[in-house]
């Protein structure tokens, strides 16, 4: 076991990769010489060399557009986008072929790659640098989407993401980057998509969150006396754990969903909307939500005012438990 921060976690996943599987590639802008704008791939040119880590122009189109292609001919590539923001210059190529090449194909084809986007506010970025974008991407069949929230989650997860046979957004939150060490195996393992983790049992109410705000929500539950929450960390957005989420509903009765996207149309009204199919009998009170607002993620000044705090998703859980 080594202790890892998310950045070296990453890292770690791309080395194992890169050396136990020789079609895998990784592919971005800067990520060979310079080692990507937040160093997840450095070093990794250096040793693997520039046809296997490879730097390419100023086109998140481009970069994307090339991935599809390699990944049809049995290449896996693992494309970074420096920042979420800038995915929206992909979408096409994302929604209209890398999502649909195994529907097209009749299934004589498929789409093995990853596109990681470093994700998220909390940092003081610029203009679309901090965007957390997972309900648009969750919304296009045929494409999954994992945003992890711990070192351990981030490498096995990415190691399963590299792995899969379909196309998978991987969004990296970058509050959290940093910010949290845990001990890691330096061997390779995986992380199933599709398995949420509860990561705190309780029997009052169940939290349900992901990526950067799963910290945060520790922090808030640790706080409350006389309330045993649980939280599950969803870990993937799509295809997500409705099992484990109505199995803790059923159980405490009481919900709340916490997410930093805006909250209209965001990921949490799905999960609200899979709670009320399939547990409406179970519930004490109606479910909220904790979100980010329907505004474009303010500038640095009001960066903190947008992103769910400890108050806030403490406030949701008392006014759920006092209903």
Known sequence: MVSMNNVEAVRSALDQALKSDKSVVVLGEDVGVNGGVFRATDGLQKKYGKDRVI??????????GMAIGLAVTGVKP??????????????????SHAARIRSRSRGRFTCPMVIRAPAGGGIRALELHCEMPEALFAHIPGIKVVCPSTPYDTKGLLLAAIKDPDPVIFLEPMRIYRAVKQDVPEKEYTIPLGKANVIKEGTDITIITWGSMVKYTLDAVAGLDDVDAEVIDLRTIYPFDTEAIIKSVGKTGRAVVVHEAPKTSGFGAEIVATINEKALDSLDAPVLRVTGYDTALPFARLEMQFIPSKERIIKAINEVMDY
């Open 78 to 95: 693992v494309a970074e986008i420096q920042f979420s923001g800038f995915l929206p210059a992909a979408f096409d190529q994302i929604f």
């Open 55 to 64: 730097d390419t122009p100023l086109s998140e189109e481009g970069i994307v």
